[in-house]
């Protein structure tokens, strides 16, 4: 995964996945998720056309992101870390998601979108944070190297597929989203090509 991001290596998350197996699903996500600490940073600097770019970037890897870990993730976590933790990811994913809708529909240029972002970093980075100190220890202590790495191709090929929009209805619940997102995952997508063909 650090080859994704070749131009962002400051972050320790990325050392700590570098001592992992490249499919590992723990390293994955720790290389997502400075990426999208590290897109909260460049929107924060961002303005007009670019700061819509970032913002949809930071969007559709978020959608992703949250759409394969609830898929592919949360199950495992349920039986390594419990109902409880498992739960309280969840809910703290649907919410974010909620948030993201909410976002999706403001101008990214207005004194509103900036007060609900910077809220909706500190709720998105306190869930990556606990899932970093609660959720992926319990990974590498419950499952062999062999099921993170089988986790680790299952989870992107689950983002390949995933949504790339907020779905709230979805959100949340693993089974919701393998029953919504394939559906929902081809209107996002053909959403995107077509507002990307619109531009040109």
Known sequence: MSAQYPEMDDDPRRDKAAGKEKDDVV???????ARIRELFGEISGAEGDRKKEVFNELRGLLAVHETAEEMIVRPAAKDVAGDEEAGARNAEEKEANKALARLEKLDVNSPEFDVQ????????LS????????????LESGC????????????????????????????????MQWTLGPFASLLDRARDAFSTSAKR
Do not use: C, N, Y
């Open 27 to 33: 390293a994955i996500l720790l290389q997502q998720h």
């Open 117 to 124: 972002l910077a809220q909706f970093q500190q709720d998105v």
């Open 127 to 138: 869930h990556a944070q606990h899932e970093e100190t609660e959720e992926f220890p319990a």
């Open 144 to 175: 062999t190297p062999e099921q993170r790495r089988t986790m680790g191709r299952r989870l992107l090929t689950a983002e390949k597929l995933a949504p790339t929009h907020p779905h709230p209805t979805a959100a949340g619940s693993p089974a």
